[in-house]
């Protein structure tokens, strides 16, 4: 896995070749980063189905859970078809603003 740190998230990619087991290990992990707001970038393994995406549902679950952000990078999914549980968005910058939004949101107590 590679991280990469930035001023209110860190970006966490996969180095191997399965979507699968890199959502599985994140969410063995998760621990380790409880207390960061998180983009996971999945942009790299291109077009993903729902039930691949569905892998990330728990962590992001059990991160929002914790006051902290979790966004999934993917630009193939159709945004239509994700649950509200799990947020997923095109690109970087989408990530980031959303994380902003959210951070904001949580300031004001909501």
Do not use: C
């Amino acid at each position: 896995m590679h991280t990469e740190k930035k001023d209110n998230y860190i970006i966490l990619r996969d180095q191997k070749d399965d979507v699968v087991d890199f959502a599985q290990y994140l969410t063995k992990i998760q621990k380790s980063f409880e207390n960061e707001n998180v983009v996971i970038d999945i942009q790299k393994y291109g077009k993903l189905n729902l039930e691949e995406l569905l892998k990330f549902l728990e962590l992001s679950f059990t991160h929002r859970k914790g006051k902290k952000s979790l966004v999934v990078v993917n630009d193939t999914i159709n945004i239509d078809a994700v649950p509200d549980e799990i947020h997923v968005v095109p690109t970087l910058q989408e990530a980031e603003d959303l994380i902003g939004l959210e951070e904001i949101e949580r300031d004001l107590g909501f």
